[in-house]
């Protein structure tokens, strides 16, 4: 019988199969023996065990078509980073960060600033100029009064989705929008392993409608770049391709380099600052870590 992994936690996967239910599930030695970690996402085969209690075996992995670290989900094709437009105030050099992250993995991003009823339409505006040049979708929310969530919605059909971003943003509270009884849902769960749900520590994932899947994901305040070298990090930066090879010296950073194409955009403001500025303070990141490594 085949399923997808919606949930693990405490040494259980919760496999839902369509038109059958969720199964709890128990991994198989194998995949220690393997070196294999199940994740939320997997499309898996499971044994039943006791049809009445819904309990099995994880017994297969089938193959797998994307695999995300953070958060640590499989087959997604999209990704959907939700910040707050204000109360608090985003952190745009950790939506940077994701960002890069999400580019390295070929993952199509949409940003969604949450909470727009909060802030200002200076700066929404402020927002949007920033990242109108990263050729991703951006979104304007508010769960409070359920503005753009038709418009998020029809973002999310057709692709399984995987939505990140920092706590208190109100990540949950769309997904409620979106979803379904996802209450009720998250209660069968919650009622196998006897804990509240209150805030996500687990990612999960839910059925939306055939062929529409969104992960839920524990909240993060942090990110490291992983293994992005710094004479990379300007091809995840997409508002500088169309300046790749025009700078006056090949290879160039766009850092201190006279003749920098990027530069000279950034002046005429066909690049945003606050972008730009980004991406120095990171390049300087990776600078540092690697004069660390070889120190």
């Not at 405490?10 to 199964?23: K, L, P």
């Not at 990090?233 to 160039?252: D, H, I, K, T, V």
Request: net charge neutral; aromatic share 8%; hydrophobic share 35%.
């Amino acid at each position: 019988m085949q399923g997808k992994i919606i949930k693990g936690i405490a040494g259980f996967y919760y496999v839902y199969v369509e038109e059958r239910g969720i199964y709890e599930c128990k991994a198989k030695g194998i995949f220690r023996n393997q070196g294999v970690k199940p994740l939320v996402g997997d499309d898996a085969e499971i044994e039943p065990l006791d049809e009445g209690e819904k309990t099995g075996n994880l017994i297969r992995i089938l193959e797998r078509r994307s695999e995300l670290i953070r958060p640590a989900v499989a087959n997604v094709d999209q990704a959907l980073v939700i910040f707050a437009a204000a109360k608090p105030k985003p952190n745009l050099s950790l939506l940077d960060r994701f960002l890069i992250m999400m580019d390295r993995q070929r993952i199509n991003t949409i940003i969604c600033f949450n909470k727009k009823d909060e802030a200002s339409k200076e700066e929404l505006e402020r927002l949007e100029r920033i990242y109108s040049g990263c050729r991703l979708h951006v979104l304007f929310t508010s769960a409070k009064y359920r503005e753009g969530i038709s418009e998020l919605k029809e973002l999310l059909k057709g692709h399984t989705t995987t939505v990140a971003g920092p706590s208190g943003v109100g990540k949950s509270t769309l997904i409620n929008l979106i979803v379904p009884d996802v209450g009720m849902k998250t209660g069968k769960i919650s009622e196998k392993i006897d804990r509240g749900r209150h805030t996500t520590r687990h990612s999960e994932l839910f059925w939306i409608e055939s062929g529409s899947y969104i992960f839920d994901t524990p909240g993060f305040s942090s990110l490291e770049l992983g293994a992005v070298e710094k004479e990379e990090l300007r091809y995840s930066f997409p508002e500088f391709q169309e300046y790749e090879g025009a700078c006056r010296f090949q290879g160039c950073v766009h850092i201190n380099e006279p003749g920098c194409a990027v530069k000279e955009a950034l002046q005429t403001e066909h690049i945003s600052r606050e972008r730009y500025e980004s991406y120095c303070t990171l390049f300087q990141d990776l600078q540092k870590r690697e004069k660390r490594r070889y120190s």
